[in-house]
């Protein structure tokens, strides 16, 4: 299933040029980045209501994760703010997603600047830019 990723890591906290100083405490990952407010965005809930696992497969990130029966998530791309056509689809020109359908995995191509995958309750799980 899912693993949750947020931001990041940060630069090297532990780097400190004073000798024998105790190294600082690892700030974890930052917070991702916000996107422009007035970039057009859209979203493609992905269901899986089959009895067997499905592969979602996000082009041209090769990335893939198995949603088990029942599990949703979203895909949402971000397109250009103020472009005359804010999607880059290369097949389906200004059309935000592109969809193949093969037995047991559901290809998606995503035609934003910005890519995220949401969780059912909306959590980001990865980010692609």
Request: net charge negative.
């Amino acid at each position: 299933m899912f693993w949750k990723r947020l931001g990041t890591p940060g630069a090297d906290a532990t780097v400190n040029t004073v000798p024998g100083a105790v190294p600082e405490a690892d700030a974890g990952p930052l917070p991702p980045e916000p996107w422009d407010p007035a970039a057009p965005v859209a979203r493609l809930p992905v269901r899986n209501d089959g009895l067997r696992p499905l592969e979602l497969f996000i082009e041209p990130y090769c990335w893939s994760e198995w949603l088990e029966p029942g599990a949703t998530v979203t895909v949402v791309t971000v397109g250009a703010a103020g472009a005359d056509r804010p999607w880059t689809g290369n097949s389906v020109p200004d059309e935000p997603f592109e969809l193949q359908y093969l037995a047991d995995m559901l290809v998606v191509w995503p035609y934003g600047d910005l890519v995220l995958i949401l969780d059912a309750d909306g959590n980001e799980l990865y980010r692609y830019s």
